[in-house]
């Protein structure tokens, strides 16, 4: 595709309930990362995947979130159980490859998510 | 780990004029790499310019350039005959050069907001 894309752009949750949240990364790029962005601050990283592999999660906040990339193309973060502190901006970006000259992350519109 | 600190929360600037935004880090590496990321309202990340550490030359990408002082581990942003397009918030990040392990993901600082006066 001509970008990533991120769906939906928009997402209101009850406190308590399950919420998935998806990413296309550009066609071909093998890295692909979520980050999380509260208002007003830099966004913080969650996850790392290459290809299908989940290769960090070091970042994920607690047990209720969780991420997947089956196919090594499409991801899904979802989020369980959400609470009001979920509340943020969720990005995601893709790479070409995972290091080297070739590992520019280009950056999706992001999720905004907002726990009632 | 590594920290990003931009000390600057806004800074304004007319058009046309050059403005400096702040950016320093702590990192224990010696090979990595610097970012100067552009948001924009509509939210979508936009790199601006990037810097090898091992590269001594300061990057240039048209009216933004850097100032990398690697020994003070600084990394300031100059935008020179600032443009109302530029008005967003900007983040200076931090990637290892090495892969795996956690060092994939970037880290970011707090960002600036960054306001062109026409």
């Known amino acids: 595709g001509a970008g990533v894309s991120q769906s939906p752009r928009y997402k209101v949750a009850k406190r308590g309930q399950d919420v998935a949240l998806r990413c296309d990364p550009i066609?071909?790029?093998?890295?692909l990362f979520w980050y999380q962005q509260a208002l007003g601050q830099g966004p913080e990283f969650l996850t790392y995947?290459?290809?299908?592999?989940?290769?960090?999660k070091s970042g994920l906040p607690s047990d209720r979130f969780f991420a997947e990339r089956p196919e090594g193309s499409v991801s899904t973060l979802k989020i369980q159980r959400t609470q009001q502190e979920d509340s943020a901006v969720y990005l995601c970006?893709?790479?070409?490859?995972?290091?080297?000259?070739?590992?520019?992350?280009?950056f999706g519109p992001g999720t905004r998510l907002t726990v009632l | 780990a590594q920290t990003v600190t931009q000390s600057q929360p806004e800074m304004s600037v007319q058009e046309a004029e050059t403005v400096t935004l702040s950016c320093t880090y702590d990192?224990?590496?010696?090979?990595?790499?610097l970012f100067w990321y552009k948001q924009p309202p509509s939210r979508q990340m936009i790199l601006v310019i990037r810097?090898?550490?091992?590269?001594?030359q300061n990057a240039t990408e048209n009216r933004f350039s850097v100032n990398f002082q690697k020994a003070a581990k600084s990394f300031s942003l100059k935008i020179s005959d600032s443009q109302l397009g530029d008005a967003a918030m900007y983040f200076c990040?931090?990637?290892?050069?090495?892969?795996?392990?956690?060092?994939?993901?970037?880290?970011f600082g707090k960002g600036t907001h960054l306001i062109i006066q026409p």
């Open positions: 970006a893709s790479s070409l490859a995972p290091g080297g000259d070739l590992n520019e992350q280009f």
């Open positions: 066609s071909g790029h093998v890295s």
């Open positions: 995947f290459q290809n299908e592999a989940q290769l960090d």
């Open positions: 990192t224990s590496e010696s090979d990595y790499y």
């Open positions: 810097q090898e550490a091992y590269k001594q």
């Open positions: 990040a931090y990637r290892s050069w090495y892969s795996g392990g956690g060092a994939d993901g970037l880290t």
